[in-house]
């Protein structure tokens, strides 16, 4: 059994983004970072956005509205933000307080700005097959960590746990893409599902992004699978300093001895997806001068 390192894989890219950065002729890329309000992960999530964007040299500018902002005040500071011709990517933190509607903030920003990749011309960029868009991170960071790894999906059985609109969809939709490294045969599960344990044991690749803590046993994994686990789950733990601990949706101690690759929480796919963010934030920049 081989542990997919994602922190060295996203190391490597990190690595070779900012080789990258500074073979860009004149102005920085620059990426917008909202965070609204106080939700102990969101503020580690952005903090950790603008010190890799400032370690390959890209510049960050976060923007901290307070939690009671509006809809109109916040589609305000998109909207300033859109028409910033300084600033090339524009990422908004999810989650954002419950009386924010998330999904039409998500479409207000600019789909050539959409570094994020949830606006709905760039989700059905990803259907469409057209490399021209921007895949959201998390996704996007799956497959390269599977294509890094040497995990091809062709003619594969790839099982999605979820079907979310920032996980579960788009990871599903590359999974199927007919090009190199994807052409997997996709089956998606979510909370309807019935009797999931039948179809996750099909798996020859098994992505679960549920959101429950160790959720994936022994019994739902075939012998041999590789298995990515995209959830982080704060689970309590007075034994740590900060009182919890982290784990994914993979009851990692009991299946990882069964699977040919499977990845940790923390170290596996979420290092990956902020390194794809600086990706797509460099791609955004890229564009912009050709526009
Ligand atoms: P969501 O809550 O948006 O979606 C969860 C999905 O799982 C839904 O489709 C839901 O089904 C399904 N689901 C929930 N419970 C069950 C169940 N008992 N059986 C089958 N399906 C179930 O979560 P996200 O996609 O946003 O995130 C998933 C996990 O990934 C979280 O732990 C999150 O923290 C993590 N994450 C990690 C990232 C990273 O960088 N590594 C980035 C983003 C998320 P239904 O649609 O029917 O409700």
Redesign the pocket.
Known sequence: MDIIDGNRVAADIIAELKAEVATIAGRRPCLALVRVGDDP?SVSYVRKKEQTAAEIGVEGRVFLPPVSITQQEIFALIDQLNADPAVDGILVQ?PLPAHLDELAVFRRVSPEKDVDGFHTVNLGKVAQEDPTGFVA??PA?IMELLRRSGVDLKGKHVVV????????KPVALLALQKRAGANGTVTV?????RD?PAITRLADVLIA????PE?VTAEMVKPGAVVID????RVPDPTRKTGYRLT??VAFASVAPLCSRITP?PG???P???AMLMSNTIKARRLRDKS
Do not use: E, K
């Open positions: 992960a999810s991170c998390t960071g746990l979820g079907r979310s609109l920032i996980v579960g599960c979510h909370s309807a599902t999931l992004a549920i959101g429950r959720f995209v959830g982080i789950n994914g949706d929480v596996g796919v979420g990956m997806t902020v």
